[in-house]
Nanobody
Framework: VQLQASGGGLVQAGGSLRLSCVAS????????VGWFRQAPGKEREFVAS????????TYADSVKGRFTISRDHAKNTVYLQMNSLKPEDTAVYYC???????????????WGQGTQVTVSS
């Protein structure tokens, strides 16, 4: 099982980025997918999650209204659109799969390698 996260980079505060998480059809087809992030010196934290059919999404309070998670089954890709970025959003962002939508990383089975997002003030 391999998940590939991409789309990170350096952006100014207020800017936008779109992260992508690609995996095989078998990996994504019946699984929820979540995004987590880990800032330097901090524990990894939940960002957003989407159900297997895209019908249910959930977000951390810190990103609600600014980030949008979506999925495209035809492309076996899950996206995280990040708008109005803040310096505190700086972190390595990871995608992962779970049997159901969940907040806890213990619920997630497979993880991608992470992509760095840096927001300058």
């Amino acid at each position: 099982v391999q998940l590939q996260a991409s789309g990170g980079g350096l952006v100014q505060a207020g800017g936008s980025l779109r992260l992508s998480c690609v995996a095989s059809r078998r990996t994504f087809s019946n699984n929820a997918v979540g995004w987590f992030r880990q800032a330097p010196g901090k524990e990894r934290e939940f960002v957003a999650s989407i159900s297997w059919n895209g019908g249910i999404t959930t977000y951390a309070d810190s990103v609600k209204g600014r980030f949008t998670i979506s999925r495209d089954h035809a492309k076996n890709t899950v996206y995280l659109q990040m708008n109005s970025l803040k310096p505190e959003d700086t972190a390595v962002y990871y995608c992962a799969t779970a049997r159901r939508i969940a907040y806890s990383e213990e619920e997630y089975d497979y993880w991608g390698q992470g992509t760095q997002v840096t927001v300058s003030s």
